[in-house]
């Protein structure tokens, strides 16, 4: 099937899965190979961070929905805040962190999302509702292209 003759797409409010990733809930809204994108919903609380890394195989963005969230980059840290919009390319150093009180909710979009996907599915059946240490978290995330750094 070639991409035009895909018939169009649309996920209601309610439908999706929801993964728990690293004790903070995502909302996946798109996870399709064939279209080669991959959407979710993630909202973090206070304290929360994926320290630095990098994917192998994934571009990245995030737009930040609600909040302030810390960037963290191989040039240091910035924050993004609603309305704001990441770039994370492939092979680059990134990673957030919620400083705030609040929660804070954004959009993560991959591409081609593939193994982001997967990867995030992994990490919540192997959570399985309690929290993961680094060294599994690490090992997870590794079988799928992505480093910490």
């Not at 960037?71 to 704001?84: F, K, P």
């Not at 599915?121 to 292209?145: C, H, K, M, W």
Request: charged fraction near 20%.
């Amino acid at each position: 099937m070639t991409p035009a003759q895909r018939p169009n797409t649309i996920i209601a409010s309610e439908e999706g899965e929801l993964l728990n990733i690293l004790g903070a809930p995502m909302a996946v809204r798109l996870a399709d190979p064939a279209a080669s994108l991959f959407v979710a919903r993630h909202r973090t609380p206070p304290g929360f961070m994926v320290p630095p890394h990098k994917h192998e195989d994934d571009d990245e963005a995030f737009y930040i929905l609600e909040g302030t969230l810390t960037l963290l980059g191989a040039d240091g840290e910035t924050t993004a805040t609603a309305g704001d919009f990441a770039f994370l390319p492939r092979g680059s150093v990134h990673g957030f962190r919620n400083d705030t009180k609040s929660d804070v909710e954004f959009l993560v979009i991959c591409t081609p999302g593939v193994q982001s996907a997967e990867m995030f599915r992994q990490l919540d059946r192997v959570a399985n509702g309690a929290p993961l240490s680094p060294e599994t978290t690490a090992a997870v995330t590794s079988q799928y292209g992505v480093e910490f750094c």
